[in-house]
């Protein structure tokens, strides 16, 4: 299977106006101004958008878009997964035209997670940051997303995303109680990472700018702007990212990063990573489950 990248996340919501707040001062992102009452689109880059926030009674986790290389790679993929027994379900005229892609397919992992294939995403070249940031997308997708998968569900999923959708396996580590391991499908460390958990549930997901100024900035208005930080400062000895987490109005995290090495796929070696950080993000290993709303 030919996934590309993390083209895209969508989020559910209990108070829109208090993400577009966060959207628009804290992270540094445009809100589009053309939508509809019952959700944000979020862009980062020249793609339409990269991340949805819907109104919804819970907030959390709400679906992550694979994307495919052209409508070939798309149709093959589907065939793959039906295939493999996995139920996919074509997206409706409403859904496609609501993505801003040329065809949609629903399914979901072993663990619930929604995930959407895609090809054809819209582009429009309009991308301006209300401060001055620049993320790193492109061909790396948007950033990455990392699940808590529940101990009974975790080695079908991670199964799931290895031997069905193509995912490589980067490194492996252990963050307080819970077993990690990172996924890439492109030169990004990890795209998606797994971790085995008492519950499932999506940690955080991430964005990474282009200078390293631009996460103390970040940093600084998050502060200013009353969001919970749920680590200090700090940077990871597997991807060598410098960052933050802070807690989403949807409850969920999101790391704000700079710095991430890229796997190379024919020096790339698969290693486990232990000792911890190399400094900082203290209060991650106590995060794992805090605030985060379940499947």
């Not at 020249?46 to 819970?58: C, E, K, L």
């Not at 964005?207 to 998050?222: S, Y």
Request: proline share 3%; glycine share 10%; with cysteine.
């Amino acid at each position: 299977m030919k996934i590309r990248s993390i083209g895209y996340v969508g989020l559910n919501a209990t108070d829109l106006s208090a993400w577009r707040g966060y959207a628009h001062e804290v992270l540094g992102v445009q809100v589009r101004e053309d939508e509809t009452k019952d959700h944000l689109l979020l862009k980062v880059d020249d793609y339409r958008w990269r991340i949805a926030v819907h109104q919804a009674d819970v907030g959390g986790f709400a679906y992550a878009g694979l994307e495919l290389p052209n409508a070939r790679a798309f149709d093959e993929a589907v065939e793959e997964l039906q295939q493999c027994g996995v139920e996919v379900v074509l997206g409706e005229d409403e859904e496609v035209k609501a993505r801003a892609v040329a065809k949609l397919a629903v399914l979901s992992d072993p663990a619930g997670n929604r995930l959407e294939l895609y090809y054809r995403p819209s582009l429009d070249y309009n991308f301006v940051s209300p401060h001055g940031a620049r993320f790193v997308t492109g061909d790396m997708g948007f950033g990455h997303a990392v699940f808590l998968i529940s101990a009974e569900q975790y080695d079908a999923t991670l199964d799931f995303y290895v031997r069905t959708l193509g995912f490589r396996v980067s490194e492996y580590t252990t963050l307080g109680p819970v077993e990690v391991c990172f996924l890439h499908c492109n030169r990004r460390h990890h795209s998606i990472a797994l971790g085995r958990a008492p519950f499932t549930a999506c940690h955080h997901i991430m964005l990474q700018v282009e200078e390293i100024d631009m996460v103390g900035c970040a940093l600084d208005r998050a502060q200013d702007a009353g969001v919970r930080l749920s680590t200090t400062l700090g940077r990871h000895r597997n991807d060598n990212m410098l960052s933050f987490y802070m807690t989403t109005p949807s409850g969920i995290d999101l790391e704000y990063g700079w710095g991430a090495s890229d796997v190379d796929d024919d020096t790339w070696t698969v290693s486990e990573w232990v000792g911890g950080d190399v400094w900082g993000h203290r209060g991650l290993e106590n995060a794992a489950g805090a605030n985060i709303p379940t499947i």
